[in-house]
């Protein structure tokens, strides 16, 4: 199984910015599509942002458009989510994640995706 760390999480102001990474564990993470979820205290996994292997191609939930930003950096392998403007109910462990197979890029449903980080916690504080 892909071993994938997230870093990048930690407490921020409401309208303040905030910058993950995902990085790989023992595989080369620029052959994988990567999305990012988050899951608040009692909600389901919510899908964040996606790019795909190439880098060419994003989604992002509507809840997030124009805030936040998927990237990569394929010198680095590793997948950031650059984050403003922050609200204080995005308070949420945020997880990175890759499908199954090399070069598959597909949307934001968790179930599509096979192996996860153990997660980074985002905090809002005001």
């Known amino acids: 199984q892909l071993q994938l760390v997230e870093s990048g999480g930690g407490l921020v102001q409401p309208g303040g910015s905030l910058r993950l990474s995902c990085a790989a564990s023992g595989f080369t993470l620029n052959y994988y599509a990567i999305a990012w979820f988050r899951q608040a205290p009692g909600k389901e996994r919510e899908g964040v942002s996606c790019i795909s292997s190439s880098g060419n191609i994003t989604n992002d939930a509507d809840s997030v458009k124009g805030r936040f930003t998927i990237s990569r950096d394929k010198a680095k392998r590793t997948v950031y989510l650059q984050k403003t403007s922050l609200r204080t109910e995005e308070t949420a462990i945020y997880y990175c994640?890759?499908?199954?197979?090399?070069?598959?890029?597909?949307?934001?449903?968790?179930?599509?995706?096979?192996?996860w980080g153990q997660g980074t916690q985002v905090t809002g504080s005001s």
């Open positions: 994640a890759a499908p199954k197979y090399r070069f598959y890029y597909t949307d934001l449903r968790p179930d599509e995706y096979d192996n």
